[in-house]
């Protein structure tokens, strides 16, 4: 029975446990088990809305059993012991309303298989073609996907990971509903059923459909593939037929852009791109402050160092003359600064301003005991003090 598992499942399940693993963990470390109240209450949550699944399936749908669909009961039984599956799920046809599906859950141990009343007609047609759709799911429950989920959820986001870990289950899960078939071109067809609706896939040309999947290496639809939770369709058919068929390889910009994209599994493609984009955002919002501070730091410390000859004049004019000048000009300093910039003098206390386009940077001075002159560095209109360099600290001459 290990020939039903798809390779790569083994991989990434081992890879997606032991992180999923690590992840809760760590998370319940690091809020010292708080994490603990709010599984509860996922839990509490959880058992609500499964029951009332649950209850819907069961107060709506029909049980197959031997009195009731003997013949699709039947079918179910036979595809158990093929997958040697000892304790059968409960079996129910449940109205799809147009919808080609069927799913497989659990609650409180009890595991279900739900056929919607629409693929049971589209396969009247066809010998065997339930089979492949009650295999696919048995699948599920026989490799206890539903109840590895948990273990796994925190890591199960992570770009490329959790969808291809996704993709790898349904492969495997169609190895099953093939198992259950009588021949691959008759689990084929049930497959394109999707595609081809509840008449039409009776003409399918499977040569044909089959070579659809040569069309996957696109940009585009490798990219789509590689943040999906399903294959297409088109490959899963062709891997169904013949699981050592070649498929195409994907295309390596699409991975090189898929891998910042979250898994948002049954949310589907456009919500992970969101997500990446809402992501994104924060990071810029985070980022874009502590980027701006630099640049105007960078443009200050410029400013600062340009100022520095017109200080040590104005401190030489002070400490020979004891006045302050009246203006820059009377002390031989340009109003302009190198590299932009202009200087203004307030000839009451001697401070001088340093405007640039990003603000002002003002330098005071003062006296000290032998009389010379020191200065000080601190914002004016326009500039942060935590967007001042580190050469404003001690200033002094």
């Known amino acids: 029975m290990n020939d039903l598992v798809y390779p790569r499942e083994r991989t990434l399940g081992a890879i997606t446990l032991v992180l999923g693993l690590l992840a809760w963990l760590a998370l319940l470390v690091g809020t010292f088990g708080i994490a603990l109240i709010g599984l509860a209450l996922g839990f509490i949550l959880y ?149 081809a609706g509840g008449e039409r896939w009776v003409d399918l040309d499977v040569t044909a459909y089959l070579r659809q999947a040569q069309h996957s290496s696109g940009f585009w639809m490798s990219f789509h593939e590689l943040i999906a939770g399903y294959p297409w369709l088109t490959k899963r058919a062709a891997r169904v037929f013949d699981r050592n068929a070649p498929m195409p390889r994907r295309n390596r910009f699409a991975l090189a852009i898929a891998i910042f994209i979250p898994y948002a599994g049954r949310l589907g493609a456009g919500f992970g791109v969101a997500v990446m984009l809402y992501l994104l955002f924060i990071l810029g919002a985070i980022a874009y402050p502590a980027y701006r501070d630099y640049v105007v730091r960078a443009k200050v410390g410029i400013a600062v160092v340009a100022t520095q000859p017109a200080l040590d004049l104005l401190g030489d004019h002070y400490e020979t003359h004891k006045a302050v000048p009246d203006s820059l000009k009377d002390v031989g300093i340009p109003t302009l600064l190198a590299g932009g910039g202009e200087l203004t003098l307030d000839s009451k206390n001697m401070a001088l301003t340093a405007s640039i386009k990003e603000g002002e940077i003002v330098f005071t001075p003062t006296v000290d005991d032998q009389g010379k002159v020191n200065w000080t560095c601190a914002n004016g209109k326009g500039v942060k003090p935590t967007q001042l360099p580190p050469t404003c600290r001690n200033m002094g001459r």
């Not at 003997?70 to 000892?86: N, S």
């Open 47 to 195: 058992l609500f809305a499964q029951s009332a699944f649950i209850a819907y399936i069961k107060g709506n749908g029909v049980e197959l059993s031997e009195a009731q669909f003997p013949d699709l009961y039947g079918q179910f039984t036979a595809c158990c012991d093929r997958l040697q599956i000892d304790k059968r799920p409960q079996a129910y046809i449940l109205n799809g309303n147009g919808g080609l599906n069927a799913f497989a859950t659990k609650f409180l141990g009890t595991q279900f298989v739900v056929l919607m009343s629409d693929v049971v007609d589209a396969m009247s047609k066809h010998t065997d073609g339930v089979r492949f759709y009650l295999g696919h799911e048995l699948g599920h429950l026989r490799m206890k996907h539903l109840s590895g989920h948990l273990l796994r959820w925190p890591v199960l986001w992570l770009p490329l990971l959790g969808a291809a870990y996704s993709r790898a289950r349904e492969s495997t899960c169609d190895r099953h509903g093939l198992a259950c078939s009588s021949s691959p071109e008759g689990a084929v067809r049930a497959l394109a059923a999707l595609a």
